[in-house]
């Protein structure tokens, strides 16, 4: 089985709206086949006002390769819209997908379904080294921090859903949510490259494991705090930003042919600022180059997503308590 991400993109939302109230969707094992209906009462997606933009999972796939189409329905009168054209899903939290790259007119006798996604995937691997980021919702429940002796915890990844937060080593019960504040914010204020929780000073006492009152801090110590929830670098409506998936497929597009084996290591490396070759040399650029500038491809949109998507330098108040006897 493989589990393959369905996108559907409503046009004209509140026209849809109008007439339907879910989308239905729809799963072929060939293009052309027979399709058969894999939502039912329970997982039609709801479309919801503002919405635009769903998402199915389907963790029933016979493969990466199968085909999908999708209707509107209305789940009281029973209306439904004609289905949509057929399209190919992607592999789940994958950033290009093989629709992506087909629709750059890029077909299979050129690159087989399977290159293009193992291509997609290993430039996606590689962006996120680059960046320090990922750019999907991946749910963490028992992510361990330490404690810095303040009222703020810094993460090093943006905040999507906070579901659950356990202070100061008491791993069994969960701070009340009004007790503190989540800055998940995309939109005005974007807090994406600066997540943080924040203990709120009107908030009840709040007692460490040993029954020491905290004072409404998190506690200094090694991984005595503890996160659950959806971590991710992603849009308001869940989505992979943009650039970065333009940025992903800019490199399948351009490694899949054109490049060889040489010149992808160089993409991979850095770009070669010196050779001697008679000595065997070869000198490596780093990320900025030699006049300061951000550009470790060369490819326009490619180095500009990097740099827009890069892991800002983490600063963190510093830890400061009084060591116990045990640890002196």
């Known amino acids: 089985m493989a589990t393959v991400k369905v996108r559907v993109v409503v046009d004209e939302l509140s026209n849809v709206m109008t007439q339907f109230d879910c989308i239905k969707v729809y799963r072929s094992a060939t293009q052309d086949g027979v399709y058969t209906e894999i939502t039912d009462v329970d997982t039609r997606m709801?479309?919801?006002?503002?919405?635009?933009?769903?998402?199915?999972?389907?963790?029933?796939?016979?493969?990466?390769?199968?085909?999908?189409?999708?209707?509107?329905?209305h789940s009281t009168n029973f209306l439904e819209s004609s289905m949509s054209a057929p399209m190919q899903g992607s592999q789940s939290n994958l950033y290009c997908s093989l629709q992506d790259i087909r629709a750059e007119g890029v077909d299979s006798d050129e690159l087989s379904d399977a290159r293009a996604l193992t291509l997609?995937?290993?430039?996606?691997?590689?962006?996120?080294?680059?960046?320090?980021?990922?750019?999907?919702?991946?749910?963490?429940?028992?992510?361990?921090?330490d404690g810095n002796g303040s009222r703020v915890l810094w993460l090093r990844v943006p905040i999507i859903e906070l579901t659950a937060l356990y202070l100061n080593d008491d791993f069994t019960n969960a701070v009340d949510?009004?007790?503190?504040?989540?800055?998940?914010?995309?939109?005005?204020?974007?807090?994406?490259?600066?997540?943080r929780i924040k203990l709120k000073r009107r908030a009840r006492a709040?007692?460490?494991?040993?029954?020491?009152?905290?004072?409404?801090?998190?506690?200094a110590g090694d991984l005595n705090q503890m996160l659950?929830?959806?971590?991710?670098?992603?849009?308001?409506?869940?989505?992979?930003p943009y650039p970065v998936k333009r940025a992903v497929l800019l490199l399948v597009l351009m490694s899949h042919e054109l490049l060889s084996d040489s010149e992808i290591d160089v993409f991979r490396a850095g770009r070669i600022t010196e050779e001697v070759t008679d000595r065997h040399?070869?000198?490596?650029?780093n990320l900025w180059d030699e006049i300061g500038?951000?550009?470790?491809?060369?490819?326009?949109?490619v180095d500009e997503a990097l740099k827009m998507y890069r892991r800002p330098a983490f600063i963190d108040s510093p830890r400061s308590f009084?060591?116990?006897?045990?640890?002196?």
């Not at 199968?66 to 509107?72: E, F, L, M």
Request: hydrophobic share 35%; net charge negative.
């Open 322 to 328: 009084i060591a116990t006897a045990d640890e002196l």
């Open 281 to 285: 040399r070869v000198r490596m650029a």
């Open 177 to 195: 949510e009004d007790d503190y504040i989540v800055y998940n914010r995309t939109f005005p204020e974007d807090d994406r490259r600066n997540p």
């Open 46 to 73: 709801d479309l919801v006002e503002d919405v635009v933009v769903y998402e199915f999972i389907d963790t029933e796939a016979a493969s990466l390769y199968v085909w999908y189409r999708t209707s509107y329905y």
């Open 228 to 240: 659950a929830g959806r971590f991710g670098y992603v849009e308001s409506d869940g989505s992979t």
């Open 206 to 219: 709040i007692f460490s494991a040993s029954g020491t009152g905290s004072g409404l801090k998190f506690e």
């Open 120 to 145: 997609s995937r290993g430039w996606q691997l590689w962006f996120e080294h680059k960046t320090g980021q990922w750019f999907y919702s991946r749910q963490i429940d028992d992510w361990r921090i």
């Open 293 to 301: 500038a951000w550009n470790p491809t060369g490819v326009f949109e």
